[in-house]
């Protein structure tokens, strides 16, 4: 059986979770084409921290790391098991690749990782745990975090970057319905095409190399997932395979990837 890809989900803002336009029905058509994994490992953007931690305990609680949304949004559970095991597996490679990780044991499940999962996995029944983003450390590091762990996609456990294609808050209320801000598109054929090319230095030089860049990402949180799901594709040659999940209010770009590899 051939072994999991590494996926790269944009996962849009929190109402993701009760209106899932094109994202829910991508993600759950993509979880039907793999094998069930034995366990996730995610990279959130909204768990940053200085050095690489991971999230050892065995409940993950659901985190509502959002405010002002719909009540029946903050009802909502993903009640996943976590995966201490495996966690400490992951430290360990992350300690090897000299990445100098910490295992963090009360993380929960930030909207990053639970929104995107109840579409790909809506019983909640696959072991979950995070590792978290250095923001100040840039693309090659998070590159480095998905490389040492890619062998686990061997193994069955599927690694996952959470994220944004394009993530710029600041138009929240500039693009109203059927209108698309200018820079997006640019942005995401970009991304597409060097992911296609296997071209990794452009992608870790994107701030000087993509155009409208800095109105994609006004800081990098979002993109540096891309990095750890690249990383875990387990080569330079990527595998990468777009699908396109549209643009949610105008200037959310809901792109998920999945890399192969050289298989």
Do not use: C
């Amino acid at each position: 059986m051939r072994h999991l890809p590494s996926l790269y989900i944009s996962h849009g803002s929190p109402m993701t979770a009760l209106e899932p336009g094109q994202v829910g029905s991508r993600l759950a058509e993509l979880a039907a084409g793999l094998q069930r994994p034995r366990a996730i490992v995610m990279a959130s953007a909204h768990w940053l921290a200085r050095t690489p931690l991971v999230s050892s305990t065995a409940a993950p609680e659901t985190i509502h790391d959002f405010g002002g949304f719909p009540d029946a949004l903050y009802q909502l559970q993903y009640p996943a098991p976590g995966a201490p095991e495996l966690a400490q597996d992951v430290a360990e490679r992350l300690q090897a690749a000299g990445l100098k990780p910490a295992v963090d044991p009360n993380r929960g499940l930030d909207h990053g990782a639970w929104v995107p999962l109840r579409y790909l996995y809506p019983q909640a029944d696959i072991p979950v745990l995070q590792v978290s983003i250095q923001p100040m450390l840039g693309p090659a590091h998070q590159f480095a975090m998905g490389r040492a762990l890619a062998p686990l996609r061997e193994q069955g456990v599927l690694l996952i970057g959470s994220g944004s294609i394009t993530h710029n808050l600041h138009e929240w209320r500039n693009y109203p319905q059927g209108k698309e801000a200018p820079y997006v598109r640019p942005f995401i054929e970009w991304v597409e095409q060097k992911l296609g090319a296997d071209d990794i230095p452009a992608l870790f030089d994107y701030r000087q190399q993509a155009p409208f860049a800095a109105q994609a990402h006004p800081t990098d949180e979002h993109l540096l997932p891309l990095y750890f799901a690249m990383g875990a594709a387990g080569s330079d040659a990527l595998g990468a395979t777009r699908i396109d999940a549209g643009i949610d209010m105008g200037f959310l770009a809901m792109d998920i990837y999945r890399f192969d590899g050289a298989q």
